[in-house]
């Protein structure tokens, strides 16, 4: 059988130079194998771009290289000594180099069940399982605490907003268009929207949010970031979630300033990046806690409406959400 793969063939700036489509046939499954028709992708454009740039520091790029992080799908074949998953069961898969194609095998020791291969579990695991992590593990959110999100209604930050509203937590939510404004309105989690496109981000917290800021939960870097450093509350956290705006540039913004803790001395205040696998341990808590929520109707999942279908989309869905016109998570349809 044969298995259709988005590889990385060369590094480059653009997915499209960066990347072409091979089929490959798939390996005899070993004895505690298990082989999995993927159903759901999802993307993750930012990261992507870093490894086909060559610059993911721990990942040894060697082409033709499968890359994408996770998937949701069913099983449709088992290796002889597999005991605890039969075909047809759905499964969530989560590994750096394995996501963007038809099938994939791992190992029984890798499975997680799911009750159904959809975008909201696929969202959930491990884009909101990262959620969890950052907020529990990293910025160490306290209840009633004062928390600003950006790019809030995205994969990551609409899960973000909704679990800090868990925690009584006062939530600005920060985003770039009116789609994602109503997203937004529509979790009922978020005390302050601020469109950055409408309203200047430093103003807003230097004005509305002066000291204030106990957690500055941040996706996008430079501005934005300056903007929560500024503002941080004593004994805030800021968590450097992610790098969108540093990672779409050609390089990083070198500045010239007085070093991180003249900012933070005095408030004994911290900086803390969040990176999901060095949290291996406790992603497991993270899926149960994340998938009785969902069950039970306290979690709402947003999955970016736009269709995106089969291997050869997934470089339509990288660039879409690189153009930041997502809204939720996006995902290929396999
Ligand atoms: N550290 C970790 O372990 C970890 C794990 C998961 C995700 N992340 C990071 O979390 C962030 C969110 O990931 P996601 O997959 O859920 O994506 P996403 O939030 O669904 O989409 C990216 C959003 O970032 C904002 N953005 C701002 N500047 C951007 C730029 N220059 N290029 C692209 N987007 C920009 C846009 O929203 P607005 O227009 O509303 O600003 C855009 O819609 C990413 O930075 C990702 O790298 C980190």
């Known amino acids: 059988m044969q298995n259709t793969q988005l590889v990385i063939s060369q590094f ?81 898969t989560v590994k750096v180099g394995t996501a963007y194609q038809e099938y994939q095998i791992i190992t029984e020791a890798e499975v997680i069940k799911i009750p159904e291969a959809t975008p909201e579990y696929l969202t959930l695991n491990p884009t909101g399982v990262s959620a969890y992590l950052a907020l529990n593990n990293t910025a160490e959110l306290k209840d009633g605490e004062t928390i600003v999100v950006s790019a809030a209604s995205g994969g990551l930050g609409h899960i973000v907003v909704q679990l800090s509203k868990r925690k009584n937590c006062h939530v600005v939510a920060i985003c770039g268009n009116p789609k994602k404004v109503e997203l937004l309105k529509s979790l009922n989690a978020c005390d302050r929207i601020i469109n950055y496109r409408e309203e200047d ?41 992610g790098l969108a705006t540093e990672l779409t540039a050609p390089k990083f913004e070198q500045i010239n300033r007085s070093r991180v803790y003249e900012s933070i001395y005095w408030k004994g205040a911290s900086v803390r990046c969040f990176m999901n696998h060095l949290f291996r341990e406790q992603q497991q808590k993270g899926r149960e806690y994340l998938f009785d929520l969902y069950r039970k109707g306290a979690l709402q ?34």
Not at 33 to 49: H, P, T
Not at 305 to 334: D, H, Q, R, T
């Open 201 to 241: 981000i430093a103003k807003v917290l230097s004005e509305e949010y002066p000291n204030k800021i106990d957690v500055g939960f941040d996706s996008v870097g430079t501005y934005m970031f300056d903007a929560f450093l500024a503002n941080l509350a004593p004994l805030g956290r800021l968590v450097v979630s």
């Open 12 to 92: 480059s700036d653009s997915i499209r130079e960066a990347t072409e489509i091979i089929e490959r046939p798939i390996p005899k499954l070993e004895d505690h194998e298990v082989l999995i028709q993927n159903k759901f992708i999802g993307i993750n454009a930012l990261y992507d771009r870093e490894l086909y740039r060559g610059r993911v520091p721990y990942i040894d790029v060697k082409f033709p290289y499968v890359f994408g992080v996770e998937t949701v799908g069913v099983v449709v074949e088992i290796g002889k000594n597999v005991k605890s998953v039969k075909t047809g069961q759905a499964l969530s």
């Open 301 to 334: 999942v947003k999955v970016d409406p736009s269709s995106f279908e089969g291997i050869a989309s997934i470089v339509n869905a990288s660039e879409y959400l690189l153009a930041g016109k997502s809204c939720g998570k996006v995902v290929v349809k396999m």
